[in-house]
């Protein structure tokens, strides 16, 4: 059975159709990789499983129930965590008070403590910084603190919407290293991304998105050998 799936969704911004009736599952366990140009509706995507926007037609299904009515901050207590892009900290709190933050609709059902110290372990960088403010941090370790926040709700799917976007190559590596490293602990991972390469290398599966179709589907191998997702996003003819 699969863990997340969005079945036939279409979604509207008034007048504007963003997406035509989608499909796609990830299954327990896998790193599944959305992939597409500017526009062509990824994050929108990530806003309709995560239930930050209302859906014009289809449904979004966990663990086999349909949650296409329930509001976000539920979904958060189900284990749907979404890392947004742009990353969204808030910059006068301090690391520490961020990370909490993404416990707030948890009610603290979950020990909190223990949420810190896994997290802590995966970025050490935040616990040397624990007290700083966020705004003070760098690109990349404000996304560290971004994907921490998600994980304090201890999910068991994180969505992650461009989390490599504006960081400089020594942090994209250790970026996609953490996101393997949060998969081994257990955690699935839907994946958007417009570094096509790094992100189809790593995942179980993939899928492209254009202008608000899914267009091609399959392991992040055979997407990788495909030509046309070669040309159109890999940079190679
Ligand atoms: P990017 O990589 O540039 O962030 P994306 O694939 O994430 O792109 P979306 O942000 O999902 O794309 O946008 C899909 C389409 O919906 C675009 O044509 C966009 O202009 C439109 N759109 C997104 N948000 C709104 C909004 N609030 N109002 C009107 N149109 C919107």
Redo the contacts with the bound molecule.
């Keep these: 059975m699969a863990l997340l799936e969005i079945k036939d969704v279409s979604v509207h911004?008034?007048r504007?159709q963003?997406l035509h009736g989608i499909s796609l599952t990830v299954n327990e366990g896998e790193i599944v990789t959305l992939i597409?140009?500017?526009?062509?509706?990824?994050?929108?995507?990530m806003r309709a499983l995560a239930g930050l926007l209302n859906l014009s037609s289809g449904s979004v299904m966990f663990e086999g129930e349909d949650i296409s009515k329930l509001a976000g901050h539920k979904r958060v207590v189900r284990g749907i965590s979404l890392t947004p892009?742009g990353r969204g900290i808030f910059p006068a709190m301090t690391v520490r008070e961020n990370l909490e933050m993404g416990t707030y609709a948890l009610k603290r059902r979950t020990p909190v403590d223990e949420s810190f110290d896994k997290v802590f372990d995966l970025f050490p960088r935040l616990k040397e910084r624990e007290a700083q403010a966020g705004g003070t941090l760098s690109g990349g370790e404000q996304q560290m603190l971004a994907i921490g926040r998600a994980l304090m709700g201890q999910p068991k799917v994180l969505l992650l919407d461009?989390p490599s976007m504006g960081l400089a190559p020594q942090f994209i590596r250790q970026i996609f290293s953490i996101i393997s490293q949060v998969n081994e602990q257990g955690i699935t991972v839907l994946l958007?991304e417009?570094n096509a390469n790094q992100a189809l290398g790593r995942a179980d599966r993939a899928y492209v998105?254009e202008t608000?179709r899914i267009t091609r589907t399959g392991s992040g191998a055979e997407l990788l050998a495909d030509p046309a997702v070669k040309e159109a996003y890999l940079g190679v003819a």
Excluded: D, F, M, R
């Design positions: 911004y008034g504007i963003a597409g140009a500017n526009g062509a509706g990824k994050t929108t995507t892009e461009e958007v417009q998105l608000g």
